[in-house]
Nanobody, 127 residues
Framework: VQLQACGGGLVQAGGSLRLSCAASGRTFASYAMGWFRQAPGKEREFVSLINRHGSSTYYADSVKGRFTISRDNGQNTVYLRMNSLKSEDTAVYYC?????????????????????WGQGTQVTVSS
């Protein structure tokens, strides 16, 4: 699976962005999809996960209520809608695919649970 993320950019605090991540291959619907982010000097952190059917979603506490993850299996694409952006949301955002992250007992919040990664898209929020 190859992943291509886009949609990042520069936005003022309080603004919105929608990230997209397009996947190649015919097996997109076999993978749970996640978004992570990494700010300079910090470790990569979990943002959100959607299961392979799109019926369950999970969010980091820091983005809950502001970000929404969704997917379109017909278009092989996962989205991250980000509202009410804050300066602390500034980071490179990565999409990732996992064969197991949506199974009970998985450590879906850890990067090691994911099998494939996109190249990242920069989000900068100015205050």
């Amino acid at each position: 699976v190859q992943l291509q993320a886009c949609g990042g950019g520069l936005v003022q605090a309080g603004g919105s962005l929608r990230l997209s991540c397009a996947a190649s291959g015919r097996t997109f619907a076999s993978y749970a999809m996640g978004w992570f982010r990494q700010a300079p000097g910090k470790e990569r952190e979990f943002v959100s996960l959607i299961n392979r059917h799109g019926s369950s979603t999970y969010y980091a506490d820091s983005v809950k209520g502001r970000f929404t993850i969704s997917r379109d299996n017909g278009q092989n694409t996962v989205y991250l809608r980000m509202n009410s952006l804050k300066s602390e949301d500034t980071a490179v955002y990565y999409c990732a695919a996992s064969a197991n992250a949506d199974y009970s007992g998985s450590s879906y919040w850890t990067p090691g649970e994911y099998d494939y990664w996109g190249q990242g898209t920069q989000v900068t929020v100015s205050s």
